[in-house]
C-alpha cells in the first residue's frame, strides 16, 4: 500500500451547518417510531428523499452525515444507501431532473432517441445542467416502464408515450411552473404522513 489517500467526492466536507425545520424534525422522528426499537435503520430511504428535497436537491456529505447522526448509524451505512439508488443525487442537479432509460440501443423503448432530442434541445449532455439551472439530464439503467416507453421521469413524476411535441410541451410547462411553491402533497415528506 503506498498511502496515498483515494481522492473521492465522498471524502470532501463543504462544512455547512445542516439542519431540519423543527416541522420536518418532529415529521421525521415520527416515521423513525414506525419501526421497532434499535432499527431506525429502516427509515432511511424515507429521510434521505426529505434531506435531498429540503437541504439542497442534492445529497452531500454534510447532509449524509446529519442523516447518520439522526438515526444513529455510521456515515459508510448511509453512503452505501445514497451511492446505490439512482434516485438519490450526489451532486447538485437542476429544478428538474430529466432521467431517460440510458443502458444502450434499446429496440424496445426508443430511449436512445428521447435522449438524443434532449440533448439537443437543451444543449446539454448527460450529467449535466441547463446554465439556468433549471434541467439536468440523467440516464439511468432502467426506469421499469417499457410498456409505456418511450418514458421519462421528471423528479418524482413518470411522462409516458413520450413524443418530440409532447416533450416540448413538458419542458415548457416546467418552465412556466418553476416558480410555483410545490404542493405538499407532491413532496416525499408529504408522502409519509
Known amino acids: 500500500m503506498s498511502g496515498n489517500l483515494i481522492d473521492h467526492r465522498l471524502r470532501v ?4 451547518k445542516v439542519a431540519f425545520s423543527a416541522q ?24 434521505l428523499h426529505i ?3 429540503e437541504l439542497g436537491g442534492y445529497l452531500s456529505v454534510d447532509v449524509m452525515d446529519y442523516v447518520a447522526s439522526l438515526l444513529g448509524l455510521q456515515p459508510i451505512e448511509v453512503y452505501e ?23 444502450g440501443p434499446c429496440s424496445i423503448c426508443g ?12 444543449d446539454i449532455n448527460i450529467g449535466e445542467t ?12 432502467c426506469l421499469g416502464a417499457c410498456g409505456y416507453a418511450p418514458v421519462m421521469q421528471v423528479n418524482t413524476e413518470f411522462h409516458e408515450f ?4 409532447k416533450i416540448d410541451a413538458l419542458l415548457e410547462e416546467l418552465r412556466k411552473k418553476a416558480n410555483e ?5 407532491s413532496k416525499w415528506a408529504g408522502k409519509f404522513f
Open 181 to 185: 411553491e410545490q404542493p405538499e402533497s
Open 24 to 47: 420536518t424534525l418532529e415529521k421525521i422522528r415520527l416515521l423513525i417510531k414506525r419501526y421497532p426499537e434499535g432499527k431506525q435503520k429502516s427509515a432511511l430511504l424515507p429521510v
Open 162 to 165: 413520450l413524443t418530440h411535441e
Open 81 to 103: 444507501v445514497a451511492t446505490f439508488y439512482s434516485m438519490f443525487y450526489l451532486d447538485k442537479v437542476g429544478k428538474y431532473v430529466l432521467e431517460v432509460c440510458h443502458t
Open 51 to 53: 434531506a435531498q428535497e
Open 130 to 141: 441547463t446554465p439556468d439551472g433549471m434541467f439536468t439530464l440523467r440516464g439511468v439503467e
Open 13 to 16: 466536507k463543504e462544512n455547512f
Open 111 to 122: 430511449s436512445e432517441e428521447i435522449i438524443e432530442y434532449l440533448r439537443k434541445k437543451l
